[in-house]
């Protein structure tokens, strides 16, 4: 059964830190990529975290680039999200999501902007920021 365990989400006060962690199993690690999304109430769900095949470097939105860092842990199957320096606009819902590796090539703000091309998601975890 394929999992993906989102954990370390809860309320900081703006300016304060936080490292979210996904424990992915049920699926060979290395045959996916994992990315982060975010969806606040009455929005849409956005990446803040994805990596890209043509390059495989990772994309990050302007909303949260220079804060937000993903890393990844292989022997543990696990991928992180340090974000620091949080804004109450990043307040949401956040989410990680597995997408299999593939000779396409794309940019990471393909899969950023278009969240269906995942194929496997995290039941998520709360981030509040406080003002």
């Known amino acids: 059964e394929v999992q993906l365990v989102e954990s370390g989400g809860g309320l900081v006060q703006a300016g304060g830190s936080l490292r979210l962690s996904c424990a992915a199993s049920?699926?060979?690690?290395?045959?996916?990529?994992i990315g982060w999304f975010r969806q606040a109430p009455g929005k849409e769900r956005e990446g803040v975290s994805c990596?890209?095949?043509?390059?495989?470097?990772?994309y990050y939105p302007d909303s949260v680039k220079g804060r937000f860092t993903i890393s990844s842990d292989n022997a543990k199957n696990t991928v992180y999200l340090q974000m620091n320096s949080l804004k109450p606009e990043d307040t949401a819902v956040y989410y990680c999501?597995?997408?299999?590796?593939?000779?396409?090539?794309?940019?990471?703000?393909?899969?950023?902007?278009?969240?269906?091309?995942?194929?496997?998601w995290g039941q998520g975890t709360q981030v509040t920021v406080s003002s």
């Open positions: 049920g699926f060979t690690f290395d045959d996916y990529v």
């Open positions: 999501a597995a997408r299999k590796r593939t000779r396409l090539l794309y940019h990471g703000s393909l899969w950023c902007r278009a969240p269906t091309l995942s194929n496997y």
């Open positions: 990596i890209g095949s043509s390059d495989g470097s990772t």
